[in-house]
């Protein structure tokens, strides 16, 4: 005895795991908190690599501000693989990140912190990596320490970046914060 099966239920049934697969991706994405600021702004990109069909290499500087401390911003820049995976959205991009925080007007913290409190996380492949940004306050000498690296589920990264913002008067009678009065 022999079965038939319809070329339309064969089409059908290959397709329904990709189709699986790519809506149970997006749930993920959608459903996840990728943040803890609001989302950076993109300042530009620059291609590095070029490719015939798909989409450059590119490297893009974004800038955010610190969602619990006013007066300070970060800019840093992160590699965006291209290609048909970068496109998509299933690339693993690298880890090597740049960062650069300042002081941009009176700095004011808004409430109580904790040393490597988030300030920005974003994914960097479809499941495993992320790239953090996290504060600190170095109270010897009053600044606030901003650092930057990527970790991933199974091994981390070495790589990181690292960047210092010295409390500062903004003006005349402005009242110096003192960071170590505002972390645990």
Not at 37 to 57: G, M, Q, Y
Not at 100 to 122: A, H, M, N, T, W
Request: charged share 25%.
């Amino acid at each position: 005895m022999t079965f038939a099966i319809p070329l339309r239920a064969t089409r059908t049934t290959a397709r329904a795991p990709i189709l699986m697969l790519l809506a149970t991706a997006l749930a993920v994405l959608a459903a996840s908190p990728a943040l803890a600021a609001d989302e950076p702004d993109l300042i530009f990109r620059k291609s590095t690599v070029f490719k015939w069909i798909s989409p450059n290499d590119k490297l893009a500087t974004y800038g955010l501000d610190d969602p619990e401390v006013e007066g300070v911003a970060c800019h840093f820049t992160v590699p965006e693989k291209g290609g048909f995976k970068g496109w998509l959205g299933l690339a693993e991009e690298v880890s090597d990140i740049s960062l650069s925080c300042r002081q941009i007007g009176p700095i004011r913290i808004k409430g109580k912190l904790s040393q490597g409190e988030d300030v920005f996380r974003q994914r960097r492949s479809l499941f495993f990596k992320k790239m953090q940004i996290v504060r600190g306050c170095d109270a010897k000498r009053n600044v606030l320490v901003y650092m930057v690296y990527s970790d991933r589920l199974i091994e981390g990264s070495p790589n990181n970046s690292t960047s210092s913002v010295p409390i500062m008067p903004w003006g005349a009678g402005d009242q110096i914060e003192k960071c170590a009065d505002h972390f645990e």
